[in-house]
């Protein structure tokens, strides 16, 4: 496989790691009981907070630039965070396998740091 389909296939993985990560925050804030206002409000804010981080640290076109070294790092933390999320939930498994996903895509930024700065329309 050339390192391109790798580089490619990493910026795909990121992205869906990115959107899975939101719905486990979400999943986690619906889950943690309460009333049905207490819930919705938990799994509606936690997500956007999390989108509103990720835009202002991590994401490629951050306000706030965190470098490649900073953004695959910073990703990883919320990566993680949310594995935790799904973990606590009891969702074992999935967080097991989603947790191994974000330290590979991770890891992959670090070797490649170059590869956020391509990709899609950039």
């Known amino acids: 496989m050339s390192r391109v389909v790798v580089h490619r296939a990493n910026l795909v993985l990121r992205f869906l790691l990115e959107l899975v990560a939101l719905a486990a925050f979400g999943y986690w804030g619906w889950t943690i009981g309460g009333g049905l206002f207490a819930r919705a409000t ?26 490649p070294v900073g953004r695959a790092v910073l990703g990883l933390v919320v990566f993680l965070l949310a594995a935790g999320a799904l973990w606590s939930r009891g969702q074992r498994g999935l967080a097991i396998g989603y947790g191994a996903l974000a330290v590979v895509s991770s890891a992959l930024m670090l070797v490649w740091p170059e590869q956020e700065t391509g990709g899609f329309g950039r």
């Open 42 to 67: 938990v799994a509606a804010a936690v997500p956007a907070t999390v989108a509103v981080i990720w835009a202002t640290f991590i994401s490629p076109r951050a306000r706030i630039p965190s470098g």
